[in-house]
């Protein structure tokens, strides 16, 4: 499965993966859960929102098991995030069926569409439109970076986009969703674990800042004439590389748009996005506002007028303890439960219905990017796992 799918999507320069939403890469990444389910005589189906399921048993008898991920990519990410998660929950399977197993609940394995938002700018939308978090009309305002709407994308990928939007019905058959992920950072590396069992994700949030100034002639105007929002910009980022370091936060700005966007010309827009993400809701709060400000500061100085929007947030998530302690307890009750900071479906779903995650130990703790990485050992312990999870939940 491994094998079949790490080519899909790699850009051969820099050997990272752009399997965006709706995309040729991810319309072939479909294709293959979809063969995938039906080797295995699997009951396949996409819901409303673009969601592909495989499904052991009746869908409709309710209180059913579900596990998977998604397949989706950032730009230029790894190969393991996200695809990880899918691949182990076929791999489960298999080891369940061959260890005999008698299922007494539904079995489903998902592949949840667009959880990164590389395409659309907001992450999770196959998830936040199955809960109600995300309504049908915004996101039918969704564009891309070339002014291609959601529902224009999913179209030409062979999709019908008039039915999106929230899916209690199916979602009230669901007893309980498991995702296993690489974990994103070193947690389990620094203790010596294989797999991990998550507490909590952090809140965290997308912020676009818009810096107004003025285009002038890059050799012409004197540097005291000049409203150039890349100073405020750039000042924007040192602050919040200073602020989330006084917090304990994290603060990144890792996109940005430059209008006319030309060597020789001063811009009149540069536009940037910023992820923050913190322990608790205060500390968030906190950093974020401080950025803002010294934003402000900084822009009232250079006089360029400054708009902050606040594209999208998540709050903390904790995980229902039950469900967390149930694993725990299904994997010898000596699995390191740790938190992350990183955002995943699971969290999504966790307001409509119990979930849990597993981590699989990722060995440079690096993320969204090539060099993401997990030893094939330790993802045959991520199966061995999530399959020992499925047993106990859905086999008793």
């Known amino acids: 499965?491994?094998?079949?799918?790490?080519?899909?999507?790699?850009?051969?320069?820099?050997?990272?993966?752009?399997?965006?939403?709706?995309t040729e890469a991810d319309v072939e990444c479909r294709s293959w859960f979809q063969?995938?389910?039906?080797s295995r005589g699997l009951g396949y189906e996409t819901d409303r929102n673009g969601n592909q399921w495989a499904w052991l048993g009746d869908r409709a008898a309710g209180d059913a098991v579900v596990t998977g991920s998604h397949l989706d990519s950032v730009p230029d990410g790894g190969a393991f995030d996200g695809p990880l998660?899918?691949?182990?929950?076929?791999?489960?399977?298999?080891?369940?069926?061959?260890?005999?197993?008698?299922?007494?609940?539904?079995l489903a394995i998902t592949n949840f569409g667009d959880e990164e938002g590389a395409r659309f700018g907001l992450a999770c939308v196959g998830s936040r439109l199955a809960s109600g978090q995300l309504s049908k009309e915004k996101a039918y305002a969704l564009r891309d970076g070339d002014g291609i709407s959601l529902p224009e994308a999913m179209e030409r990928a062979g999709y019908d986009p008039a039915a999106i939007g929230p899916d209690p019905d199916r979602l009230a058959r669901i007893g309980a969703f498991v995702e296993l992920h690489v974990e994103q950072g070193r947690a389990l590396d620094l203790s010596g674990d294989a797999v991990g069992i998550a507490s909590a994700i952090w809140p965290h949030g997308r912020w676009r800042f818009d810096f107004h100034g003025e285009a002038n002639h890059a050799g012409t105007t004197r540097l005291v004439d000049r409203r150039d929002p890349m100073l405020t910009y750039a000042e924007t980022v040192l602050a919040a590389r200073r602020e989330?370091?006084?917090a304990g936060a994290v603060a990144t700005f890792g996109k940005i748009s430059v209008e006319p966007n030309g060597v020789n010309?001063?811009?009149?827009?540069?536009?940037?996005?910023l992820d923050s993400r913190a322990a608790d809701q205060a500390t968030l709060d906190t950093v974020v506002a401080a950025i803002e400000q010294a934003a402000k500061d900084r822009a009232q100085h250079d006089g360029v007028d400054l708009a902050v929007v606040r594209e999208s947030f998540t709050p903390v998530v904790e995980f229902e303890h039950a469900l967390r302690d149930e694993l725990n307890r299904l994997l010898g009750g000596r699995v390191p439960v740790l938190g992350t900071g990183a955002g995943h479906d699971a969290g999504i779903l966790s307001g409509s219905i119990p979930t849990a995650m597993l981590f699989v130990r990722n060995p440079t703790g690096v993320s969204h990017s090539p060099a993401e990485f997990a030893a094939e050992d330790d993802c045959v312990a991520g199966v061995l796992a999530l399959a020992d999870v499925l047993e106990g939940l859905a086999c008793r």
């Open 1 to 22: 499965m491994w094998r079949e799918l790490t080519p899909v999507g790699r850009n051969p320069d820099t050997r990272g993966y752009r399997r965006y939403a709706w």
């Open 35 to 38: 063969e995938q389910a039906e």
């Open 85 to 106: 998660g899918v691949v182990s929950s076929f791999a489960a399977l298999d080891e369940l069926r061959r260890r005999g197993a008698e299922f007494t609940r539904p």
């Open 244 to 246: 989330a370091e006084l």
């Open 265 to 273: 010309a001063i811009p009149s827009l540069v536009r940037g996005w």
